[in-house]
């Protein structure tokens, strides 16, 4: 419930907003509005979003693929174009029957494993993050639905997993080092670099993830990177040069692109 009801203070809020450069000045008062506890709490995250802090940082939570998972300050915001390999994700395990065994790499609050889980109703789900912050709100996001590791890729899984996973996620940092001033400042000066920078020409992590795929897939287990559009035929090529069948998904609706390997039976 909101802590406030007069149209006064709504209207006073959407100025604010507008007048900060918030496009959406109207749907985002009305999240605040809904989300704050006391008029104080609200004059505060009005002040952050103003301030220029990512509104799901300001609110604790991002909706994505229909759920509302939480996110700290500091953490990267799950977009909603990452919708599309989830979707993608969950038609390719749905063919397999049974009880899929999933891991999403470069996890972040966890958001694509759960939306995956919640798509699928049922999956042995595994998570891993390098940033802590990360990791902390995966747990969260997570809590009784997945194990969640924190270090480096394949480094933190346990051993037992290696050969076992039939859906492999992940959205690797995939933007070229030059290219990170060119991002929005919500990006650039509120999520870590950790998650946006992808090295001289956007696909280090990228290609350490295929990489080591080969070893975790499962015979006919399934890849699927995120990448751009631009991107998309360089990292078909390292997917099929690490042994995996390749293809390029888009969307055009959403404007993502994602990358599927199939790993031979």
Request: charged fraction near 20%; include cysteine; hydrophobic fraction near 45%.
């Amino acid at each position: 419930m909101s802590v406030f009801s007069s149209s006064i203070a709504t209207t006073a809020i959407v100025a604010r907003l507008r007048a900060a450069g918030c496009v959406f000045a109207e749907d985002e008062a009305g999240l605040l509005l809904s989300t704050a506890s006391t008029p104080a709490g609200l004059d505060a995250m009005v002040a952050r979003r103003v301030a220029g802090e990512p509104l799901e940082h300001v609110l604790g939570w991002a909706e994505f693929c229909g759920l509302r998972v939480y996110v700290e300050p500091g953490v990267f915001v799950p977009r909603p174009r990452t919708g599309f390999l989830i979707s993608a994700a969950v038609g390719l395990a749905g063919e397999a029957g049974g009880t899929p065994v999933v891991l999403d790499l470069c996890c972040g609050t966890g958001a694509m494993g759960a939306a995956v889980v919640a798509g699928l109703g049922r999956a042995e789900l595994h998570a891993a993050d390098l940033d802590p912050a990360a990791v902390r709100c995966a747990r969260r996001n997570l809590s009784g639905t997945a194990s969640v590791y924190e270090g480096d890729l394949y480094e933190p899984l346990p051993a037992t997993l290696r050969g076992r996973v039939d859906i492999l996620i992940a959205s690797p940092p995939y933007v070229p080092s030059e290219s990170v001033g060119l991002l929005p400042p919500e990006a650039r000066l509120h999520e870590p670099l950790l998650a946006l920078d992808g090295g001289a020409d956007g696909l280090d992590v990228v290609r350490r993830v295929i990489g080591g795929a080969p070893g975790w897939l499962a015979p006919g287990g399934r890849l699927l990177v995120e990448t751009s559009e631009r991107q998309a035929e360089a990292t078909a090529d390292a997917v099929r040069a690490a042994g995996l069948d390749a293809r390029v998904a888009t969307s055009d609706d959403l404007d993502a692109t994602a990358v599927i390997g199939t790993r031979h039976p």
